[in-house]
């Protein structure tokens, strides 16, 4: 029944994820550029599928929970981007970027600085092959964990990460918090600990719907 159950939802996200794309292609694929790099960055998948990509790494690391890879479909991570204020001035962090296809696509649309932070190493290689393809400045991706890795000075910091245990967001709480400078946090399906959430909207997930807040960290944004 387990496995049935399973099958219907992968049949269900695999839909999403096709009427997802279709959207990204008529309303995104106006920018030739942008739609050289993406559809560059999919072929590269073609035959690697990224969800088998990274339950192979954490099933080699030993991770109990092997289905904690997602990815935000380009038309929810532009309503997030008006809806949080994102603008050319900014510069993102985003917390386990996957394959950078959002990162490629804050770079290229809305012209901000964008840093992607991501454990698989696959995804990491893969995305800055495309990117000196391409020779796409203003983008860089750092393979690690985002708990330890140096984060700069971001004015947004993006996650999407709704299968974090307590004990990483007390962690994750804490850095945002030592952060010295202003920032927005914006995350799916859960609040920050310790962050003064100014905005909170429900946007479409491939799995369904899902709560996003921005929350404010020191200093004053608004």
Known sequence: ?????????????????????????????????????????????WLRNPYRIARRYLQQ??????????????????????????????????????????????????GCRVVGIEQVPTFVETANQVKERFRVTGVDFVLGDYLQADWGTPTVIYLYASNLDEGTIALLAKKIASLKHPVRVISVSFPIPGLDVKRQFVL???????????????????
């Not at 491939?206 to 404010?216: L, S």
Request: proline residues 3%.
């Open 1 to 45: 029944m387990e496995k049935l159950s399973l099958i219907f939802t992968r049949i269900a996200v695999a839909k999403q994820q096709f009427i997802e794309f279709l959207l990204a292609v008529t309303t995104y694929y106006k920018n030739t550029r942008f739609a050289k790099i993406d559809l560059y960055l999919l072929s590269r998948y």
């Open 61 to 110: 690391r030993g991770d109990q929970d092997l289905y904690t890879y997602g990815e935000t479909p380009l038309t929810t991570i532009h309503l997030i981007a008006v809806k949080a204020g994102i603008s050319p001035d900014d510069t993102v962090l985003e917390l386990g970027c996957g394959r950078g296809r959002t990162c490629f696509w804050l770079r290229e649309w809305l």
């Open 204 to 222: 479409p997930f491939t799995w369904g719907d899902a709560d996003v807040y921005v929350g404010r960290g020191v200093g004053q944004l608004d």
